[in-house]
DNA sequence: GTGCGTGGTTACCCCAAGGTGAGCGAGCAC
DNA sequence: GTGCTCGCTCACCTTGGGGTAACCACGCAC
C-alpha cells in the first residue's frame, strides 16, 4: 500500500521506523494489535465487537493488509455459516513487543506530572 | 486536534498507545524526531533541507504540533532576517527512544529472513 | 528602485483512507 | 417459503491531511 515516494528514503532510508509505520499506519491496526494479544484466536465477528466503532469494510481490509505484513494469520474453516479465525504471528507478537515502550511513553505522559515543557 | 470517539476508547482507552499515535501521527513527524536527534538545534530551513520532499506548510504545521504536543521546543530570536531554531525537549528524547524498538522491528524484518510466516 | 534570503501564512485543490449501507451465498430453524 | 447467521464484498460518499503556489515583512546588497 502507498508505494509514493516515501519521505527519507531519499538518503537510503531513515532508519526502518517508517517500515514499521507502514505496517501500523492505520486508524485501527495498533488496537487490532492489541486486541488480538488479549484475546487470541479471534473471529471475525468477535473482533469487531471487542472493536466497537470499527466498520466491517475497515476490520476486513485492515486484516487482509496486516495478513500481506505477514503479521496477522488467518484460518478459514470451510463450515456454514463460514468461521475464520485470526491470530498473531510471531512477527505480530514481536512488533506488539515493539510497541510497548511507545504505550508506557503515552501512559507516562497521560499520567504523570504536566510540568515538564509545556506550561498548560 | 482530531476530538473525535477515539476508538480503543470506549473501554476507559487502550493502552496509551493511541496517545503515542496521535503524536506521531503524521506523515513526517517521526522522520522530524529523527532529524532533529542526529542534529540537534536545527534552524527552520536546515530542517527542511534535511527532510527532502517536505513543503514549508507541512514542515511548519508540523513543528507547531509537535511544539503543542511538548516534543519540540522552539526559540525565535528576534533578529532580521529571522532565525528560528527548533530542538527536542526531555519528552521528545524519551519519545524518540520508545521509537526504537519499532525501528529496530523495521529493520530486522527488513534484513532478516523472509521466511517465518508469509510465503514470498 | 530591484532582488535575495529568512520563516512563515494564506488560499486553494486533490486524493486516498475511512465511513455508510446494501447485498450475497450457503445452510439451518421454523 | 421467510428469516437468521457469518464473513465478507461492492458501490458510493465524505473528510481532512497533505501538496501547490503565491504572498508577507524586514534588512541588506546592488
Given at each position: 500500500?502507498?508505494?509514493?515516494?516515501?519521505?527519507?528514503?531519499?538518503?537510503?532510508?531513515?532508519?526502518?521506523?517508517?517500515?514499521?509505520?507502514?505496517?501500523?499506519?492505520?486508524?485501527?491496526?495498533?488496537?487490532?494489535?492489541?486486541?488480538?494479544?488479549?484475546?487470541?484466536?479471534?473471529?471475525?465477528?468477535?473482533?469487531?465487537?471487542?472493536?466497537?466503532?470499527?466498520?466491517?469494510?475497515?476490520?476486513?481490509?485492515?486484516?487482509?493488509?496486516?495478513?500481506?505484513?505477514?503479521?496477522?494469520r488467518r484460518v478459514s474453516y470451510?463450515?456454514?455459516?463460514?468461521?475464520v479465525e485470526?491470530s498473531?504471528?510471531?512477527?505480530?507478537?514481536?512488533?506488539?513487543?515493539?510497541?510497548?515502550?511507545?504505550?508506557?511513553?503515552?501512559?507516562?505522559?497521560?499520567?504523570?506530572?504536566?510540568?515538564?515543557?509545556?506550561?498548560?
Amino acid at each position: 500500500m502507498a508505494t509514493l515516494n516515501r519521505p527519507g528514503t531519499a538518503d537510503g532510508h531513515a532508519c526502518g521506523i517508517d517500515t514499521a509505520m507502514e505496517v501500523i499506519g492505520g486508524r485501527w491496526k495498533v488496537l487490532i494489535l492489541w486486541a488480538l494479544r488479549e484475546h487470541p484466536l479471534r473471529r471475525f465477528g468477535e473482533l469487531r465487537r471487542l472493536l466497537p466503532g470499527i466498520t466491517e469494510k475497515v476490520l476486513a481490509s485492515h486484516l487482509r493488509e496486516m495478513e500481506a505484513d505477514g503479521v496477522v494469520r488467518r484460518v478459514s474453516y470451510d463450515e456454514v455459516p463460514p468461521r475464520v479465525e485470526y491470530s498473531l504471528t510471531e512477527d505480530g507478537i514481536r512488533l506488539n513487543d515493539a510497541l510497548e515502550p511507545l504505550a508506557a511513553w503515552g501512559r507516562d505522559r497521560s499520567t504523570g506530572p504536566r510540568s515538564r515543557d509545556e506550561p498548560a
